[in-house]
């Protein structure tokens, strides 16, 4: 579905899109003629973010430079500022961002919680002895 939309928005990016519940770590406070009218304790916020995945046409391709580490950010607002279009394909799949020990232990657990949501594909066959040698 993700290439479909990529290919059909004739985007030179396409991000999967989704929305993230945030809990802010401080009590938010709206304030009104320096009076507080509100105060709401670690309140939750669900933004939309970026789900990490990608499908880049050629022309985002061809402004990677070569051998370097490139932000994403980067790369969406060159192609923003050059008047390309950028397109998001939201999703409601299962995410979880990998990025330490505690987040893969997260991850592995919610497989194990929502096995029925991963696709499960056979392991591909050992093709050597397909080939003659």
Same mark, same amino acid.
């Given at each position: 579905a993700l290439v479909c939309h990529h290919r059909d928005a004739g985007a030179a990016l396409t991000s999967a899109v989704?929305?993230?519940?945030?809990?802010?770590?401080y009590g938010e406070v709206q304030v #009104?003629?320096?009076?507080?009218?509100?105060? @709401?304790?670690?309140?939750?916020?669900?933004? /939309? $973010?970026?789900?990490? $995945?990608?499908? /880049?046409?050629s022309r985002a391709i061809? @402004? /990677?430079?070569v051998g370097q580490r490139t932000e994403v950010s980067w790369l $969406?607002?060159?192609l923003l500022a050059e008047g390309a279009k950028v397109a998001a394909f939201h999703h409601d799949a299962c995410w979880i961002d990998v990025n330490d020990s505690a987040a893969v232990a997260r991850a592995? #657990?919610?497989?194990?919680?929502h096995a029925e949501a991963f696709e499960v594909r056979e392991p591909a066959a050992n093709l050597s002895h397909n080939r003659g040698s």
């Open positions: 989704h929305f993230e519940p945030f809990r802010i770590p #009104q003629d320096g009076t507080i009218v509100t105060y @709401l304790e670690k309140p939750e916020r669900r933004i /939309l $973010v970026s789900s990490g $995945v990608f499908m /880049l046409s061809a @402004l /990677l430079p $969406v607002n060159r592995e #657990q919610m497989i194990r919680d």
